[in-house]
């Protein structure tokens, strides 16, 4: 008959307790066993003295018989010092990578590496540029001149200049341009009801009578220009004035003759058309 020494369960629903037997192999867990070992208690904590209980004396009487314990015994016979401890297997290399994927992560780490020494690289030839750069502004002598100005100051007088002559030369411009402020003159209101007038007739009339118009406004009489100084109106003579009103009353009696010549000769011109058309008429008969 073999002997093992191992565990049998009791306690209650998720509470385990369980003791140390000896017991035939062929004998249920639970079931019937030759003596009683010891205790072990899970629900305590593992420094407590009495989570383990063994009675050494008779472990060594069952293990110099032939009895072998199962490993969960044998770890608290291993910490008494009465057995070997358990060896552990060697694990298999499947969490392990492979080969390929090491060579990948080796060539990840040197173009890592290589990006790096290229920006330090950079990073130095910049630095030393600038040091360079400072160096050559020290050793370049400053104008120090007192009498000298900066560049921002003799812009700034130029073009206060070239303001200043093209203010003269707008002045100097509406000096020698006359005004034209004649009193006598006819009102614009006026001027403007006769050319309305003119409008009206014309589209009345065909395209080819447009051209006398085009006589008339420069026919027109132009305003006589008058100085704009209040000094000079003051200083003229009332002959002046008379002869000034006399030549645009002038004007005015020869603007009207020729409207009036002009418009005689558009209605003879209608005349002769519609002559025309009603010899044209009667010499083609319609069928």
């Known amino acids: 008959?073999?002997?093992s020494l191992?565990?049998?369960?009791?306690?209650?629903?998720k509470r385990p307790f369980f003791r140390i037997v000896a017991a035939d192999i062929r004998a249920p867990r639970d079931g019937k066993y030759l003596e009683k070992l010891g205790t072990y208690n899970p629900m305590r904590s593992k420094d407590d003295p009495e989570r383990v209980n063994l009675n050494l004396d008779r472990i060594k009487y069952w293990l110099s018989v032939g009895a072998r314990p199962t490993e969960k015994v044998n770890k608290f016979l291993a910490n008494e010092g009465l057995t070997k401890k358990n060896e552990i297997p060697q694990q298999t290399k499947?969490?392990?990578?492979r080969k390929?994927?090491?060579e990948k992560l080796k060539a990840k780490e040197e173009k890592l590496k290589s990006k790096q020494e290229m920006e330090k690289a950079a990073q130095d030839a910049s630095t030393e540029t600038k040091t360079e750069q400072n160096v050559v502004q020290e050793d370049t002598p400053q104008s120090t001149d007192l009498n000298t100005k900066p560049q921002d100051e003799t812009k700034s007088v130029d073009t206060e200049e070239a303001s200043t002559e093209t203010k003269k030369e707008q002045s100097v411009v509406q000096e020698d341009t006359p005004q034209?402020?004649?009193?006598?003159?006819?009102?614009?209101d006026e001027i403007k009801s006769e050319d309305t007038k003119q409008e009206?007739?014309?589209?009345?009339e065909p395209a080819s009578e447009t051209k006398p118009k085009a006589e008339e406004i420069k026919q027109k009489p132009q305003p006589n220009p008058v100085p704009t100084s209040s000094t000079k109106l003051e200083s003229a003579k009332p002959e002046n004035d008379l002869s000034s009103t006399a030549k645009t009353?002038?004007?005015q009696a020869e603007s009207v003759e020729t409207k009036l010549q002009q418009k005689t000769d558009l209605s003879n011109n209608s005349n002769e058309l519609e002559s025309k058309q009603q010899s044209k008429e009667?010499?083609?008969p319609k069928e």
């Not at 499947?94 to 990578?97: R, S």
Request: aromatic content about 0%; proline content about 5%; cysteine-free.
């Open 180 to 188: 034209t402020t004649d009193l006598n003159t006819q009102p614009q």
């Open 282 to 284: 009667e010499n083609n």
């Open 94 to 97: 499947q969490d392990k990578p």
């Open 6 to 13: 191992r565990l049998s369960r009791g306690g209650s629903k």
């Open 200 to 204: 009206s007739s014309s589209n009345l």
């Open 100 to 102: 390929k994927t090491l």
């Open 249 to 251: 009353s002038q004007n």
């Open 1 to 3: 008959m073999s002997v």
